[in-house]
């Protein structure tokens, strides 16, 4: 498995929606480089056969229920903690190019 | 009645069945002992006294905790209570609604007294992590006091709270449970519902109880237990009466020790104080078996995979829109969001962030997620493996006593691996427990880890009140 360098933590960080200065990156790519070293210790297992786990609930399929109508929050409550709103919805800054 | 804070839940309801000891008397009793000592313990995020005290007020005498308080992790929706997971970006975030476990309570009679400190967003294993600052000790105030239930393990530990709620991931119940004396319990995954638990890996996430003995722990997760269906990964399964398990006989009981589990990096008195407890239960007629998790020494590198994919999805939603902080000198959605998210998170909540998003981005996915995917199951088949010659598994709960604050803020992968020995539960789903099981030369407790197969918490609460009944490790107190 590769390290990870300065240019991989920028875009990382991109994708993670994250700024980062200088010295965070050197330090993140410093770090982020000996913890992908240590986690690369499972190339030493064979896998190939090896059906994988993302749940530990063995028997769980898909969960269903009635698609009935039931009481939920108000559009008041649910707005109670939102930063910014307006006429009932959460605002946000421009999200569309324009004028 | 004096310190009515040093007792347990069930010496409480013993009391109030028997004499006038009011809730409202018990109450007060724990919050002069917060007033007296959480200012060098820092245990609290929140303390609710109005909420509390209104609760008193309406508890009614029938439930199994009623009237007993009850301190919940700060990653456990409370309705109106700020619940921050101990992050910038959840300041002043107020739940519309409970979690089912804060329902489960309310019903049951509990008087819910606050919000314990955390590693913020549970990502740690010192407590340090904590936008609110770190939890000390309570044995020894300038050592950390585990993570990432460290807070509500030090309160339970000097007597702040009769008993307490936290969450483990990979081991943020055990580990400070552990390093506090105190008993912690992760239950099997799917036991105990996770709606209104703040999510940080939603396939390992489990709430627990952590109290000063072994039948508290029974009663608190007799209260919580139980299918709910709005978490759909809750199992449909009765919840047996966990104190019908208390019956001090482990005669037969078979105690699986791995031997994978006592190798370099284990603190000498730890090893110590482990075996000398495999004596007792040896002792008390359980029948010891040597056996082996082949695959232990791949756990923290496949939870150092899973765990922060899981994370970093989930804490996508921690964006300035709906909750929490927002900056709001971005002009366009895109700074908006990068700038909250910067300034809300700590430094580790944005390298477990960073470490996930890179693990699920496309052309690292299958070398990092799916491996560990992988590895997970043949993880899990090593306790399938174990559990077809022996019914429970014991094992040091963290391979030191309590380290030093500071000690490890710098070293995040020394950080990681003390979780060594509890990681491997949460990845296989099974039950597990610590309990106090000696102290080191310095006067730290040391905790001994009980695993068993997927929802037989029975077989770890008959096998801990064994062990505890026939010990005194969990009547001893910090000298605060």
Redo the contacts between chains.
């Keep these: 498995?590769s390290t990870?360098d300065k240019d991989?933590?920028k875009h990382?960080?991109m994708?993670?929606?994250?700024?980062?200065d200088d010295s965070?990156i050197a330090a993140?790519s410093r770090?982020?480089a000996?913890?992908l070293t240590?986690?690369?210790?499972?190339?030493e297992?064979d896998?190939k056969d090896?059906?994988?786990?993302?749940?530990?609930?063995r028997t769980?399929k898909n969960?269903f229920?009635k698609d009935s109508t039931k009481p939920s929050?108000s559009v008041e409550?649910?707005l109670?903690?939102?930063?910014?709103k307006e006429g009932g919805f959460?605002k946000?800054?421009?999200?569309i190019e324009g004028k | 009645m004096e310190n009515l804070h040093s007792l347990t839940a069930h010496e409480l309801k013993e009391l109030m069945a028997s004499s006038p000891v009011e809730p409202s008397k018990i109450l007060g009793d724990v919050l002069k002992r917060v007033d007296a000592l959480d200012g060098k313990i820092r245990a609290f995020a929140l303390v609710n006294r109005d909420g509390a005290r209104k609760a008193c007020a309406s508890a009614k005498g029938g439930g199994r905790l009623s009237g007993i308080p009850v301190l919940m992790k700060d990653n456990i929706c409370v309705a109106g209570e700020e619940t921050t997971c101990a992050s910038r970006i959840l300041k002043g975030f107020k739940p519309p609604y409970d979690a089912t476990v804060t329902r489960k309570l309310k019903e049951d009679g509990a008087v819910l007294i606050g919000k314990a400190n955390m590693d913020e967003f549970a990502f740690g294993s010192s407590c340090e992590t904590s936008c609110y600052g770190a939890t000390r000790n309570p044995w020894d105030l300038d050592r950390i006091p585990g993570g990432s239930s460290g807070g509500s393990a030090a309160a339970v530990a000097a007597d702040e709270t009769i008993v307490a709620l936290g969450s483990d991931t990979g081991g943020s119940i055990r580990q400070p449970a552990a390093l506090c004396g105190v008993v912690g319990m992760k239950p099997t995954y799917g036991r105990v519902s996770r709606y209104g638990l703040i999510a940080f890996a939603s396939s390992l996430d489990q709430i627990g109880p952590i109290t000063k003995d072994v039948k508290d722990a029974s009663l608190l997760l007799g209260v919580i237990a139980g299918h709910d269906e709005m978490d759909s990964t809750s199992v449909d399964l009765p919840v047996p009466d966990y104190t019908k398990s208390l019956t001090k006989d482990i005669k037969g009981v078979r105690v699986g020790v791995p031997k994978e589990y006592f190798v370099k990096g284990i603190d000498r008195e730890v090893e110590d104080s482990v075996k000398k407890a495999i004596g007792v239960l040896k002792d008390l007629g359980a029948e010891v078996i040597d056996i082996s998790l082949p695959h232990t020494g791949y756990a923290v590198s496949t939870y150092y995979i899973i765990g922060p994919a899981e994370a970093s999805s989930n804490l996508a939603r921690f964006d300035g829109v709906q909750y929490g902080l927002r900056d709001s000198t971005a002009k366009d959605i895109i700074g908006m969001y990068t700038r909250t998210r910067s300034e809300g998170f700590g430094d580790e909540a944005k390298r477990r962030i960073l470490l996930g998003t890179y693990c699920l981005s496309a052309g690292y996915y299958d070398a990092y997620y799916l491996k560990a995917l992988k590895v997970r199951t043949k993880i899990r088949e090593d306790f399938d493996n174990a559990f077809k010659s022996c019914d429970c598994i014991v094992t040091p709960t963290s391979p030191t006593p309590a380290f030093r604050i500071g000690e490890k803020t710098d070293d995040p992968i020394a950080m990681y691996l003390s979780d060594v020995y509890t990681i491997p539960a949460n990845l296989a789903g099974l039950p597990a427990m610590s309990i106090p099981c000696g102290f080191s030369s310095g006067g730290l407790p040391v905790g001994l880890q009980i695993m068993a197969k997927p929802f037989d918490e029975e077989m770890i609460f008959r096998v801990a009140y064994a062990f505890e009944q026939s010990t005194d490790f969990h009547k001893k107190r910090p000298r605060l």
Excluded: G
């Design positions: 498995m990870i991989t933590v990382v960080a994708l993670s929606r994250l700024a980062l965070e993140y770090q982020l000996s913890i240590y986690i690369s210790k499972l190339n297992l896998t090896t059906p994988p786990t993302s749940h530990a609930l769980l969960v229920r929050l409550e649910a109670k903690n939102a930063p910014a959460f946000v800054p421009q999200v």
